[in-house]
Nanobody, 127 residues
Framework: QVQLVESGGGSVQAGGSLRLSCAAAGYSTYNMYYMGWFRQDPGMEREAVAALAGRSGSIYYADSVKGRFTISQDNAKNTLYLQMTSLKPEDTAMYYC???????????????????WGQGTQVTVSS
């Protein structure tokens, strides 16, 4: 059974930084086809923020976070990270870690292609 546990969320002023962590248990992060970060505001659809293809090392970002967020993973620690800088109030959301070992199932942005999800960590950015 794969478990994902996020941490690192919190409240910060605009322009500040946070680093989110996602500790994986039950499966190697290196062997995950995709590991990614999503975010969701209440009443809104969950949107893709960034993803990393474990075996190829390819990295993907949503346009809204390019140049500000950096996704990375430490396979020795089986942990995925999201370094967020120059935070804006519109980055406020619940952030979720997601993972899937399958090579098929859709694009990195598709919520439905991810089999495993964490419980989420709240990020609040004040102006």
């Amino acid at each position: 059974q794969v478990q994902l546990v996020e941490s690192g969320g919190g409240s910060v002023q605009a322009g500040g930084s946070l680093r989110l962590s996602c500790a994986a248990a039950g499966y190697s992060t290196y062997n995950m086809y995709y590991m990614g970060w999503f975010r969701q505001d209440p009443g809104m659809e969950r949107e893709a923020v960034a993803a990393l293809a474990g075996r190829s090392g390819s990295i993907y970002y949503a346009d809204s976070v390019k140049g500000r967020f950096t996704i990375s993973q430490d396979n020795a620690k089986n942990t995925l990270y999201l370094q967020m800088t120059s935070l804006k109030p519109e980055d406020t959301a619940m952030y979720y870690c997601a993972a899937d070992w399958r090579a098929y199932g859709g694009s990195w942005t598709d919520v439905s292609r991810y089999k495993y999800w964490g419980q989420g960590t709240q990020v609040t950015v004040s102006s």
